[in-house]
């Protein structure tokens, strides 16, 4: 699923292409796609349509439109880019994507903004605007998302401790968006990588020093990915017009299984992890003796 360079990288597409424009049609092709907005697909047209995109947020891998106010309050459209969810900006007239789910076109009649999904994983949904978990204003289906490492408001110290106070593997906490946001699978095996921690240490017996450099590696790594356009491994993942990231191509050790370490030389471990897999050098990470299970 995309992580935080992934979705940032939509992100500033999005913020490029369709802020300050006003919807004036939505399209919903399939049912699935608005499956999170309860109301339904009627409705969600109905809130969408004369209101005018004023800005598009992040808060670790969740993604959204803010619209100008309404009657009823402030609101956004959340989008949950789920397995092959994209946000695209498609010139008007151009052939409808084969898994077109929801389009939006607007009143300067310029380039219309399409969710394509062709697992019908993801799907997008109005909410309000509330207070978050950490300050800020999100929409409540998030509010709970602590901030992320490449936030300018994130506490490097808050998150440390947050850290510590679990009881659990290192890299089970790292992907507990709760205790910080928007580190997944790919990026939580470079960080611990970097880091030189193996992912079932438990958090209870790392220190503050130990914590930091995660996290800090793992702020690194998805500034690098970000530069990079994001981490594709297959069409499914890409940008606003289309176009696919390369940090594939810089990992270290995810997906790397049997190839030698690029800073010691010694094969890369791959091991079953929560319905995923974990990447590991056995050298450079060692597991500890008492691990977390």
Known sequence: MPE???????????????????????????????????????????????????GARR????????????????????????????????????????????????????????????????????????????????????????RDPMDPAFDLDEAVAGLRRRRTGLKRALLDQTVVSGIGNIYADEALWRARLHGSRPTEGLTRGQGRAVLGAAAAVMAEALTAGGTSFDALYVNVNGASGYFDRALAVYGQADRPCPRCGTPIRRDPFMNRSSYTCPRCQPRPRNPHP
Do not use: C, N
């Not at 424009?21 to 004369?50: Q, S, W």
């Not at 993604?63 to 880019?81: I, R, T």
């Open 4 to 54: 935080l360079p992934e979705v940032e990288v939509v992100r500033r597409g999005l913020a490029d292409h369709v802020l300050d424009r006003k919807i004036t049609e939505v399209t919903v092709a399939h049912p699935r796609a608005v499956r999170r907005h309860v109301e339904g697909a009627a409705d969600f047209a109905a809130r969408l349509i004369g209101r005018t995109i004023s």
């Open 59 to 146: 808060r670790g891998k969740y993604l959204w439109l803010e619209l100008d106010a309404a009657d009823e309050g402030e609101d956004a459209v959340l989008a949950h880019l789920g397995m092959s969810g994209q946000m695209l900006i498609a010139e008007a007239g151009r052939a409808d994507e084969t898994h077109l789910r929801v389009r939006m076109r607007f009143a300067d009649a310029g380039p219309e903004l399409r969710f394509v999904d062709q697992r019908t994983f993801g799907g997008l949904s109005v909410h309000p605007l509330i207070q978050a978990h950490g300050g800020g204003l999100v929409p409540a289906p998030v509010a709970h998302i602590a």
